[in-house]
């Protein structure tokens, strides 16, 4: 009897111990997944940051760019392919406001700008002068990893949340959407709204607001709307109302 009960005390051991390493095994488990999910928060949020350093220096150099060559220049977002890049004209260009077609009053490069244009030109029949063109340009601080001209990947698993600028009758979230700058120092209005791919949360997000007279771009966080100043103190580009680059 008595060997009996020890070797009931024995199996007894046994699964307390058993239970005991799978207690101890999930524990583990748990902070390993803790320690991943909160690594691959601060890697993205890293990403998003030198997603919109990136932005903010193109601004710059497009801006740099338009007066030096006294050539107009526009940058190009891509909201499907996620990517960026510079163009320039060799014409004079003028946007036209409340613009449904992305371009501005540009010649149309995709399908859907097209078709908005043979829309646009069926309601409005008449003699029209010749839109001006863009093409693509590799420019010292702006161009693909390879040094070439051509797109500029946001960066993994980050995307264009919306984009609007000064023309555009409303935001923009897919397509493309241009913004233009003139020789003498000049730019659209801009918002461009940064996020991860894998977030809808409005605290996931970062906005650059690019200031028309001198180009300074604003970081802020969260979404910020594209708003069209109503009097002086709200159209000054003095005024600071945030982070600047």
Wanted: hydrophobic share 40%; charged share 25%.
């Amino acid at each position: 009897m008595a060997g009996l009960g020890a070797s009931r005390a024995g199996r007894s051991s046994e699964r307390g111990l058993t239970l005991l390493e799978i207690m101890i095994v999930m524990l583990l488990m748990g902070l390993m997944m803790g320690v991943m999910i909160f690594g691959t928060g601060q890697l993205t949020a890293s990403r998003l940051k030198r997603a919109t350093t990136m932005v903010a220096g193109a601004v710059r150099v497009a801006f740099t760019r338009a007066t030096a060559t006294s050539k107009s220049q526009r940058l190009v977002f891509d909201l499907d392919e996620q990517s960026l890049w510079l163009e320039e004209s060799d014409g004079p260009m003028l946007v036209q406001s409340k613009d449904t077609t992305a371009t501005g009053g540009a010649a149309a490069v995709t399908a859907a700008e097209r078709a908005a244009f043979q829309e646009s030109d069926r309601i409005l029949q008449g003699p029209r002068p010749p839109k001006p063109s863009y093409h693509a340009v590799e420019t010292l601080g702006f161009s693909s990893e390879t040094g070439a001209r051509g797109p500029r990947p946001l960066g993994r698993g980050l995307r264009f949340r919306e984009v609007q600028t000064e023309h555009d009758d409303e935001p923009r979230n897919k397509g493309r959407a241009y913004l233009y700058f003139w020789p003498g120092g000049q730019t659209e209005r801009a918002s461009i709204e940064l996020a991860p791919m894998s977030s809808t949360l409005d605290d996931d997000t970062l906005t650059l607001s690019v200031a028309p007279l001198t180009g300074k771009v604003t970081i802020k966080n969260g979404p910020v709307p594209l708003t069209i100043p109503t009097d002086d103190e709200t159209a000054s580009d003095r005024v600071d109302r945030g982070g600047a680059f």
